[in-house]
């Protein structure tokens, strides 16, 4: 039963990083009906920030996780209105095989700083303390703390402002929203921004949490969340948090009980059988088709 907590604490704190990657997906999902497959690569930016911030610049942890959410939120911005604002009409297809160029153009943009994994100095103090016979760290407690204050400041923007209300109306309908004086661009470059700063935040945690970094890391973790967005059900906000923490737990306790070397096989075999016994995921309903 003690191992089973321990573990339990250590899906928490993947299952955090997860969450706040796969709120980004289904934000772009929710509002484009567009999949952003770039958005594991603003994830590995995120974490470069850090490192220097952290490494180069020696700025404390708050500063740290500032700098990269504001200049991820920029960066995804620009990719919107330079990559996809142009194909918003144009086959999906285009929009995603767009996204996967972008991916491959930030993946080999970083190799500037070097070829090799990069070490990012630890910006918060891990000490340890003893629950009964479960360790947490304060590492831990953090990053779970921090991923569920934003998931939270979140939902209550989505839910109870006039920029949430304006989502949640183009989401419905994009074509009729603007012609009620919404401005569709705007609203469009914020959801950019606010789900391209929640994966900035997710690779700050992430640095501090397995601190060797390179500019691959995003691909299987973008994956992943992706993975949990779907889950928990594409363009549903709270199904992408419930979706990340599900997949945490699910590849922690796959880990600890079984050869790890099944953790990325049971992952794509839970989005498998999701998908044949509930096409839409745990929260997400079916789009309503104009015709």
């Known amino acids: 039963m003690t191992y089973f907590l321990q573990q339990f604490l250590n899906a928490l704190q993947l299952g955090s990083i997860y969450a706040l990657i796969a709120l980004g997906y289904t934000m772009v999902y929710g509002i484009l009906t567009m999949i952003n497959f770039a958005h594991g690569d603003l994830f590995m930016i995120g974490a470069f920030f850090c490192f220097i911030a952290a490494g180069l610049l020696k700025l404390p942890f708050v500063p740290t996780l500032l700098i990269s959410m504001a200049g991820v939120a920029l960066l995804g911005v620009a990719i919107e ?14 929009a995603i095989i767009t996204a996967l160029g972008v991916g491959l153009f930030l993946e080999n943009f970083t190799l500037v700083f070097s070829p090799y994994p990069q070490s990012v100095p630890t910006l918060i103090p891990n000490q340890t303390w003893m629950l009964g016979p479960v360790s947490i760290s304060s590492l831990q407690i953090i990053i779970v703390l921090l991923s569920i204050g934003l998931m939270i400041l979140l939902d209550l923007i989505v839910q109870k402002t006039m920029i949430g209300m304006a989502m949640r109306a183009i989401s419905w309908d994009k074509a009729i929203v603007p012609l009620m004086g919404v401005p569709l661009n705007l609203i469009i470059s914020i959801t950019f921004a606010i789900g391209t700063s929640l994966g900035a935040a997710a690779g700050v945690m992430y640095a501090q949490a397995f601190p060797v970094i390179d500019p691959y890391m995003g691909i299987m973790v973008g994956w992943k969340a992706f993975i949990s967005a779907v889950v928990g059900g594409i363009g ?55 015709v």
């Open 81 to 94: 209105r330079v990559a996809y604002k142009p194909l918003r009409n144009a086959p999906r297809v285009s």
């Open 236 to 290: 549903n906000i709270r199904g992408a948090m419930i979706g990340g923490f599900i997949l945490g737990l699910v590849e922690i306790m796959v880990a600890a009980f079984m050869p790890s070397t099944y953790r990325d096989f049971v992952a794509f075999a839970l989005l498998l059988v999701l998908l044949i016994f509930r096409p839409h995921g745990i929260l997400g309903k079916p789009r309503p088709q104009k």
